[in-house]
C-alpha cells in the first residue's frame, strides 16, 4: 500500500480537526511527509470557504483544492480559485426556506461565501463559535432574496431535525441531497451531488483510480466517499452506519488518528 496510494481525502469537522477546531503540529508534520512524498492531498468537507480556508492555511500544503458543501463546490486553499460549483435551484430553495419559516425551524443559508441567518439566536451563536463562522442577519430577506444557495443547514435539537429530515426527504429527497452531518445538522445540498461523485470526478481528472485513493471521515455525508475510494477510514469516533463501510478504524479526531494511521501505512 505504501507506493501504490497516490491520494488522500480527509474530512475536516471530527476526523481531522479537533474538537477545538483546531489541528495538532504532529498531524499537520505528518500531512506535510505525505504530501513531500507525493501523495496529493484534497480536503472534503460540509464547510463553506470562509470557514474552512484557516484550517486548511494552518496545513501549510500550498494551494490545495478543497471540496466543499459536501460535494457542491471545489475551491482552492490559498487563491480562492473556483473550479467547479453547483448550487441549489433557486424555486426549491425558496420553498425550503419558507416552509421552515412557516414550522419556525432554524435555517441558515449559504450564498457567495456568507452565511445568512435570520437573526441572532443560540443556533446561530452557537454555529459561530464551533466552526468560526461570521453569521450575516438579513430578516425575511433570508426567505425571499434567494439567488441560489450553495447549501442550507437545518440546526435543531436531534428529535426535531428526525421530523425535519423526514418531511423534506418526503418532497426532495430525489432531487437534492439532504443527509445529517452531526447529530444536530442537518444539510441540504445540490441534487446528485456528494463528496463521493465530486471526488470520483477529481480523481478521474488527475488520471487516478478508486485503488489509489483513501477516504477518512466519520459521519453520514461522508458515506458516498468512503464507498468510492479504494480504501475507507473511519475515525473512532464515526457514527456506527459509517464504521459499517468502512475497511478500517482509526483514533478518534481528538488522538490524530488521521495521522497515526497514515504514519503507521504509508510513511
Known sequence: MRDTIKLLAIDLDDTLVRDDNTISAYTRNVLQQAQAKGIQIVIATGRMYQTARP??????????????????????????????????????????????????????????????????????????????????????????????PNKLLFLEEPTKLTVIAKTLQAKYGEVLEIVRSKVNFLEINCGHCTKGSTLAQMVTDLGLTPAEVVAFGNSQNDISMLKYAGTAVAVANAEANVKAVAQAICPSNEEDGVAHWIEDNLL
Open 55 to 148: 484550517v486548511g492555511l494552518t496545513l501549510g500544503l500550498g494551494d490545495l483544492p478543497m471540496i466543499l458543501f459536501s460535494g457542491g463546490l471545489v475551491q482552492r486553499i490559498e487563491s480562492g480559485d473556483i473550479l467547479w460549483e453547483r448550487t441549489i435551484p433557486v424555486a426549491m430553495a425558496q420553498e425550503i426556506l419558507e416552509l421552515a419559516r412557516d414550522n419556525d425551524w432554524y435555517v441558515q443559508s449559504y450564498e457567495k461565501d456568507a452565511l445568512l441567518v435570520h437573526h441572532e439566536t443560540e443556533q446561530s451563536c452557537f454555529y459561530e463559535k464551533t466552526v468560526g463562522a461570521k453569521a450575516v442577519y438579513v430578516g425575511d430577506a433570508l426567505y425571499t432574496d434567494v439567488t441560489g
